[in-house]
């Protein structure tokens, strides 16, 4: 009898699902890629066809240039090949989707990077049970818990508040938690106009076209000195020390990362307000989403592998890890 699974093969750049003759999430080009999202750990260009959401294309487009491409929404089943493949919500970034893989009586779920907090840009995170999960585990350790979302937006306000002729800069990943952050501030009655660095023009009028309100923005490259104090301005990690900040008003340094739980990362980056703000899931709730799909084996792709396999085994659910390469976002 062939073992559970046997027809899905992990390799270094991706999974290979051999009765469909396609990958997910290849990190090198494919002739058939099933895409999870599209951040660049796991959405590349080049490859012969893409299968992916509507909004995961776009996305793809909008870095890669046009993709031979497949749409499938939310709920749709296709057939590749001999299995039958299907997307629900993630609840990552817009657009994000677990891959469902049923053949030969088995269904393997392949999570990609997920978390299950709110989150006004995307949908919310779907249960799926089957035989194999394939989860990630970037925050899989127990000293790995997300704070309130609402609680450090108001950390946030309260600080830009408290320091008028200032702005606070925020480093935020520029697909996903960028726009989240801006999303998470209207919620929370911030109806001012929020600037930006120029590498986030592209993403966030997208995510205004697939329907995701964000209020009145404006680029910071443009806009006076003295205009943008007392305002907050959303830039990628990497420009948040860089030349481009100085011609900001005495700007508070802000990211919005996971990894800010870590006081050493929050110090080297020189960060002074760091907000615990992560599109992945905590170790509380990578475990509570295996007891949900309540899988016979758990795959673990990358992250802190050892502690939740190691979790895995002591709750009596098989599971190995997959070790596969360059899935890792260090910026959440």
């Given at each position: 009898?062939?073992?559970?699974?046997?027809w899905?093969e992990p390799?270094?750049?991706?999974?290979?699902?051999?009765?469909?003759?396609?990958?997910?999430?290849?990190?090198?080009?494919?002739?058939?890629?099933?895409?999870?999202?599209?951040?660049?750990?796991?959405?590349?260009?080049?490859?012969?066809?893409?299968?992916?959401?509507?909004?995961?294309?776009?996305?793809m487009?909008v870095?890669?240039?046009?993709?031979?491409?497949?749409?499938?929404?939310?709920?749709?089943?296709?057939?590749?090949?001999?299995?039958?493949?299907?997307?629900?919500?993630?609840?990552?970034?817009l657009?994000?989707?677990?891959?469902i893989?049923?053949?030969?009586?088995?269904?393997?779920?392949?999570?990609?990077?997920?978390?299950?907090?709110?989150?006004?840009?995307?949908a919310?995170?779907?249960?799926?049970?089957?035989?194999?999960?394939?989860?990630e585990?970037?925050?899989?350790?127990?000293?790995?818990?997300?704070?309130?979302?609402?609680?450090?937006?108001?950390?946030?306000?309260?600080?830009?508040?408290?320091e008028p002729?200032?702005c606070?800069?925020?480093?935020?990943?520029?697909?996903?938690?960028?726009?989240?952050?801006?999303?998470?501030?209207?919620?929370?009655?911030?109806d001012?106009?929020?600037?930006?660095?120029?590498?986030?023009?592209?993403?966030?009028?997208?995510?205004?076209?697939?329907?995701?309100?964000l209020?009145?923005?404006?680029?910071?490259?443009?806009?006076?000195?003295?205009?943008?104090?007392g305002h907050?301005?959303?830039?990628?990690?990497?420009?948040?020390?860089d030349r481009?900040?100085?011609?900001?008003?005495?700007?508070?340094?802000?990211?919005?990362?996971?990894?800010?739980?870590?006081?050493?990362?929050?110090?080297?980056?020189?960060?002074?307000l760091?907000?615990?703000?992560?599109?992945?899931?905590?170790w509380?709730?990578?475990?509570?989403?295996?007891?949900?799909v309540?899988p016979?084996?758990?795959?673990i792709?990358?992250?802190?592998?050892d502690?939740?396999k190691?979790?895995c085994?002591?709750?009596q659910?098989?599971a190995?890890?997959?070790?596969?390469i360059?899935?890792?976002?260090?910026?959440?």
């Amino acid at each position: 009898m062939a073992r559970l699974g046997s027809w899905i093969e992990p390799f270094p750049e991706g999974i290979y699902v051999k009765p469909a003759d396609a990958w997910v999430d290849p990190s090198q080009p494919k002739p058939v890629a099933l895409v999870t999202h599209g951040h660049a750990d796991h959405a590349r260009g080049g490859h012969g066809a893409v299968w992916a959401t509507p909004e995961t294309l776009a996305i793809m487009g909008v870095r890669y240039g046009q993709q031979n491409a497949n749409p499938v929404t939310y709920g749709e089943t296709v057939r590749i090949g001999e299995v039958e493949v299907s997307f629900v919500p993630a609840g990552h970034v817009l657009g994000s989707a677990q891959i469902i893989l049923d053949y030969n009586c088995e269904r393997v779920v392949v999570s990609g990077d997920y978390k299950r907090r709110p989150d006004p840009t995307c949908a919310p995170f779907v249960v799926t049970p089957c035989d194999i999960f394939i989860t990630e585990a970037t925050f899989g350790l127990p000293v790995f818990h997300h704070p309130d979302t609402g609680g450090e937006i108001d950390r946030l306000l309260h600080r830009l508040h408290a320091e008028p002729e200032r702005c606070v800069l925020v480093g935020a990943y520029a697909l996903g938690k960028a726009q989240r952050v801006i999303a998470e501030l209207r919620g929370r009655g911030h109806d001012a106009p929020i600037y930006y660095h120029g590498a986030m023009e592209r993403l966030c009028n997208l995510y205004e076209e697939l329907g995701v309100p964000l209020g009145e923005l404006r680029p910071a490259t443009v806009a006076k000195k003295e205009e943008m104090a007392g305002h907050i301005v959303i830039c990628p990690p990497s420009a948040l020390n860089d030349r481009w900040s100085r011609r900001l008003p005495d700007p508070i340094t802000a990211m919005a990362s996971g990894w800010m739980r870590i006081r050493q990362r929050a110090r080297q980056r020189n960060v002074e307000l760091p907000l615990v703000i992560s599109d992945h899931s905590d170790w509380e709730e990578l475990t509570r989403t295996i007891r949900e799909v309540a899988p016979k084996e758990v795959w673990i792709t990358h992250g802190r592998e050892d502690a939740l396999k190691h979790w895995c085994m002591l709750h009596q659910v098989k599971a190995r890890e997959l070790n596969l390469i360059g899935y890792e976002d260090e910026d959440d």
